[in-house]
């Protein structure tokens, strides 16, 4: 029970100073072109650091995401597009890369809940509205509206 | 002291199994006796777990490294304050916060409950018990914080010097008493169900619960997101890290708990449903403390790796959830349904706050676990990160948040849209208004954010709105108005200033991801960098040492660009002795609700040092709005209708003269 522990322990420790290391972009990677830097930051900023927690590349201080920083704006200052750039990475190191999964089959479920729940949850309470809708009984009979008529006058 | 503390909580343990059981069976058999035992028990159960509780913080204030776990995660040289929020710092500790909240909402139920309805209370006080049984189970089981360790080593290994801050004190503390606040509203959902009974009665005795927890939950994910802002170094406020997302859904689902049970107090309407969402709120709270600790997802905040650990939390969250949802299958169609309501109205305003709410809580929840159940399906890899969340997420809040200004417009049972449009005229008016300056005005605002502004400003008039028409201000005297004023319901101002904080809170993101600007510079001492209009001069670098910890700490001057002096940013890099970690210490400068945030880096190749610099525009309203969604919160806590059982005595004026008695 020690050793696995005392692992974690290790890896913890190496995951918290991924994280905490805090400085990503360095300034000699910055391109000279402000149009193709911004290009970079913002596709950098789907792109995940392969061995951090939850962190894009443009965040982490880790050696590998500034690699790939650095190949992202390889690869812009050659021409390629933005979509060319991304396409790049992901046929080097897969879709986990991508901090938003692509659209597809697959991941119809993770895309598709959102909708699907709005347009069932949406079309039910319709339906359940329509089926509920108060009856005529809440109207009331000339018999009654002359005796509340008659109150009323009297009321006042 | 330490064993004394053991022996509480295995006391504390035996007391829940009574408080489940006996309670439960007086109740079935209708005997007042056994019924009566939960109250007592409840509150003995409390005063163990605050005894086993105090034992290991005294532990960690003597710092006995014959404990194992203070061993782990505490130092000698820490300061004190560390030292007791250490206590919670680590997965054993937390646990023990748990229960120790845990147990104190089960007294609270037993104090103030004394206007429930016998049964009802000995069901919520039995649910309560048996929650409590189980995690203390779980803490004895796996978890146990008092276990020693022999021959006491001479110093601890300290805590994460991340975890080295205010925030522990605040952020956990806060955050468990919304998580666990809501099983409160769970065992009134449960009691509900078991006897099959439900009224409006239910929901005023539930909504204080829901209330509270929900005040404290904002409070403790707002207090999370400032400390990760300022200590991680990067300056982002939210990072839909599952983590985060693991208290931001009971967040959601408590939130529309919070609105589906005014329909329920007022109307009758929605019972079901908001036993449903009862019910989900506090299973999301333990689906988040699954995710925390069983170390699922390994994170900054995941202490926890101990695979034991993960299955019986897992075995618990599928008992409480699983028991919980199949007693909602057999029961929910005994409940009868209540009153009827057009579309357009107040409550079905609510129904469409509840859609919309309830979908971004299974947005967050499908997009957290999507990567865990592809990946253990059919073992492929994906990132669900932000620009998910941020897409998915956001294209649902726009039309909550279009939507919201309406709601407290609307009429009860039957509203009049055209009319309650008409009185949004000044918050349409304005919002358009905001939304042209800011693309036509303000450098760098896209057409996308200009609606984000114009959004903010519609939410923000809108819900200022409710409280200028219910008052009269404008149509009728103001001493009238101002009398009329005062006299609101404090309700109606909790609601407005709810309203207003989200309104903050959406200028605030929407400020700070259209108009932030950054800098990144390698710098030397005299060095001056300019950023948005102000001046940043690097002027030196000092080695600082701390009790615990080596610090480079560099200081800069901060000017207008006019060279007007606005004092010092101090900014540092340190590393914690015990630990060897670094950590970064964002220097921030606040002028008006806007911040400068300057982030150190690595020795730069020129021989100066990489510096990371922000200007974050009203970045402030993020966190201030929560703290105003918190002000509404309290003020409709202290509402005289949900103050139960204690009936204020109106103060009889003294006749005046010349006025003859009828």
Known sequence: ?156 | MVEIGHFALVLAFALSLVQSALPFIGARTRQDRLMAVGGPVAITAFAMTALAFLALASAYVQSDFSVLNVWENSHSAKPLLYKITGTWGNHEGSMLLWVLILTFFGALVATFGRNLPAVLKADVIAVQGLIGAAFFLFVLTTSNPFVRLSPAPIEGRDLNPVLQDVGLAIHPPLLYLGYVGFSVCFSFAVAALIEGRIDAAWARWVRPWTLAAWIFLTGGIAMGSYWAYYELGWGGFWFWDPVENASFMPWLAGTALLHSAIVMERREALKIWTILLALLAFSLSLLGTFLVRSGVLTSVHAFATDPTRGVFILALLAFFVGGSLSLFAFRAQSLQPGGLFQPISREGALVLNNLFLTTATATVFVGTLYPLALEALTGEKISVGAPFFNLTFGALMVPLLIAMPFGPLLAWKRGDLAAAGQRLYAAAAGALLVGLVAVFFVDGVTAFAAVGFGLAAWLLIGAVTDLVLRAGIGSVAPAVALRRFAGLPRSVFGTALAHFGLGLTALGIVSVSALQTERIVAMKPGDTAEISGYVLTYDRMEPVRGPNYTEDRAFFGLATAGGRDLGEIISSKRVYTARQMPTTEAGIATRGLSQIYVSLGDPAANGGTVVRIWWKPLVTLIWLGALVMMAGGTMSLADRRLRIGAPARRKIRPATAGVPAE
């Open chain 1, 1 to 156: 029970m020690r050793l696995p522990r005392v692992l974690a322990l290790i890896l913890g420790l190496f995951l918290a100073i991924q994280a905490v290391g805090a400085l990503a972009v360095t300034p000699d990677e910055v391109l000279a072109d402000p149009a193709l830097e911004a290009r970079a930051r913002a596709i950098s900023a789907g792109l995940r650091c392969m061995i951090c927690q939850n962190q894009s590349i443009d965040e982490s201080d880790a050696a590998l995401a500034k690699d790939l920083r650095v190949l992202v704006r390889q690869r812009l200052v050659a021409g390629d597009t933005d979509e060319e750039v991304i396409a790049y990475v992901v046929s080097r190191y897969g879709e986990f890369v991508l901090l938003k999964p692509v659209f597809n089959w697959r991941n119809a479920l993770l895309w598709g809940t959102p909708l699907v729940l709005l347009l069932v949850g949406g079309g039910y309470i319709v339906v359940a509205s329509r089926r509920r809708k108060p009856t005529s009984a809440q109207v009331l009979t000339d018999e009654e509206k002359t005796a509340l008529a008659e109150a009323l006058r009297r009321e006042t």
